[in-house]
């Protein structure tokens, strides 16, 4: 399968605890995506990478999220001191250079924080 | 700012028929991309269609259609020949450049056998 993976695709967390997801995007992309989805609604970007680079974060990345994209392969999402609120799918997709190409997502990490 | 809004949270179809999804957008932008994004349930998000802006011809795949109207800013999905399998949350979405998307909020669509 050469699609986008992420891991874990469940994560079950008490508050106040930290959790990071794994985002391996497809081999030749070099633009990653992290959106959070909670029910009901449409995905909301969080950041995006180029290569290594973080070019943009959304507001709604506060100060206990970090991202990472160390090599400009695999991204790592961290999320710091967990919150109820933090609870939602988070969706990593990537997205090759053409400006026309589309972003490709993975299955999503289903965050639950007790 | 960029938004884009789905004003029907759920619509039903009888299989075989045609059913058409709403989606209306706000930019100051010239250029940009519209899509349609597929979510299954419990399964990941796959792109239904894609529109440039600066076409005016309607994009086409297959049983799925879009009536893209700039002037008025609206981006509808039209599916024919409803199936089974497009029973799903659609949800229309825009980005300029290579920049992130914006979704809306999503229409949950029903196939009545």
């Known amino acids: 399968d050469t699609g986008v993976s992420q891991d874990p695709r469940h994560k079950i967390t008490k508050r106040g605890q930290n959790v990071t997801f794994r985002c391996d995007p497809i081999?030749?992309?070099?633009?990653l995506y992290w959106y959070r989805q909670t029910l009901g609604q449409g995905p909301e970007f969080l950041t995006y990478?180029?290569?290594?680079?973080?070019?943009?974060k959304s507001r709604l990345l506060s100060d206990r999220f970090s991202a990472e994209r160390p090599k400009g392969s695999f991204s790592t999402l961290e999320i710091q001191r967990t919150e109820q609120g933090d609870s939602a799918m988070y969706l990593c997709?990537?997205?090759?250079?053409?400006?026309?190409?589309?972003?490709?997502f993975g299955p999503g990490t289903r965050l639950t924080v007790l | 700012a960029q938004t884009v809004t789905q004003s029907q949270p759920e619509m039903s179809v009888q299989e075989a028929e045609t059913v058409t999804l709403s989606c209306t957008y706000d930019?100051?932008?010239?250029?940009?991309?519209l899509f349609w994004y597929k979510q299954p349930p419990s399964r990941q998000m796959i792109l239904v269609i894609r529109?440039?802006?600066?076409?005016?011809q309607n994009a086409t795949e297959n049983r799925f259609s879009v009536n893209f109207q700039k002037a008025a800013k609206s981006f509808s999905l039209k599916i024919s020949d409803s199936q089974l399998g497009d029973a799903a949350m659609y949800f229309c979405?825009?980005?300029?450049?290579?920049?992130?998307?914006?979704f809306g909020t999503g229409t949950r669509l029903t196939v009545i056998p």
């Open positions: 997709a990537s997205r090759g250079q053409r400006e026309k190409g589309e972003q490709f």
């Open positions: 979405a825009y980005r300029t450049g290579a920049n992130n998307l914006f």
């Open positions: 930019t100051s932008e010239s250029d940009y991309y």
């Open positions: 990478f180029q290569n290594e680079a973080q070019l943009e």
């Open positions: 081999s030749e992309h070099n633009r």
């Open positions: 529109q440039e802006a600066y076409k005016q």
